[in-house]
């Protein structure tokens, strides 16, 4: 089981080439859109981010706090540098599609996704700095993301206040709140050697948890993706697009600012992920199912884009801001 899950980190980009196969196989012949996969998707965050929590020291949480020139780009890039370029695309590739227009608009106005944190412990990126930048972004969406999305030119966003605290709570704080008290009870019982030897695995967990979502998102929209190839292959030049520029523009900035790696690649990060569950629940409740249909391909080719980033520019990128 341990050789797995450092298997599993090692190679993570063979485990999702595999899992999305089997996902769209299984879901041409399995109804999954009866499947209110809600709780998978819970369970699954649950597993990106424990783990990472776990080994995460909590008390360098305050001092991430004042990393204040990082936590404002960060969050600069990811409201305002995300939505410029969303904007870009919308009046572009979807100029003729308002539905997917709408929907490339989401994902710039509604950005710090949650799984930065995941994703930042697999890319050896500082977990710390990305666990606050999560809180403070989540925070800052209902205020920031009507307005972006207004001015962007789509419809303003009603955002429920009482349902962005329960996200708060569920992917966010209770995954701390138990990572912090598994790493303090195993190091009071088994010592620190002991949480060193074991911390390597929980990558290996955390992997698992993106397996689950990629397999469930494939499965979802399999039937769409092959009844409208075009539109597919249409989101699917969009979204690469806007994660290309999202990274050169992060990557030059970080350079500028002299981020070393673990910090650089937050930036980076941060400037490229987006909230998934908050812009799918809004699409689902308000919206058209074009823009639904836009959305469900998104966390398929973040999963893949942010593999992409990490595994494959990840070295160069160390190289050329210094590890």
């Not at 809004?282 to 990490?310: D, E």
């Amino acid at each position: 089981m341990k050789r797995i899950l450092l298997q599993i980190k090692k190679r993570l980009y063979l485990y999702v080439a595999v899992d999305f196969i089997v996902a769209l196989i299984i879901g041409l012949y399995f109804d999954f859109q009866r499947i209110n996969i809600r709780a998978i998707s819970l369970l699954a965050v649950f597993l990106m981010l424990y783990p990472m929590l776990t080994g995460m020291v909590v008390e360098k949480v305050k001092k991430a706090g004042r990393n204040y020139r990082l936590i404002s780009l960060t969050l600069f890039f990811a409201f305002f540098m995300a939505s410029a370029t969303a904007y870009g695309l919308s009046r572009t590739i979807f100029i003729n599609e308002p539905e997917l227009a709408l929907g490339i608009i989401l994902v710039g106005a509604i950005p710090c996704s949650n799984m930065l944190i995941g994703w930042s412990g697999i890319a050896d990126a500082s977990v710390e700095d990305a666990l606050v930048i999560a809180v403070v972004g989540l925070l800052l969406i209902p205020l920031l993301s009507p307005v972006i999305v207004r001015i962007s030119g789509g419809p303003i966003i009603p955002i429920d206040t009482k349902q962005l605290i329960l996200n708060l709570l569920v992917y966010i704080l209770v995954p701390l709140a138990c990572g912090y008290f598994t790493r303090r009870e195993i190091i009071r019982r088994k010592g620190m050697p002991y949480f060193v030897e074991v911390k390597q695995y929980f990558p290996g967990v955390s992997a698992i948890g993106i397996l689950l979502i990629v397999f469930f998102s494939v499965a979802k929209v399999a039937p769409k993706a092959i009844q409208h190839p075009i539109v597919f292959f249409q989101v699917t030049a969009g979204l690469f697009i806007y994660y290309l520029v999202q990274t050169l523009l992060a990557v030059a900035t970080a350079k500028l600012f002299r981020f070393d790696y673990s910090r650089g690649m937050i930036l980076i990060l941060g400037a490229t992920a987006s909230s998934q569950a908050i812009s799918l629940a809004l699409a689902a409740t308000m919206f058209g199912s074009m823009t639904v249909f836009a959305l469900s391909f998104k966390p398929i080719l973040q999963v893949l884009y942010i593999m992409f980033l990490i595994y494959a520019l990840g070295p160069k990128i160390k190289k050329f801001l210094g590890p």
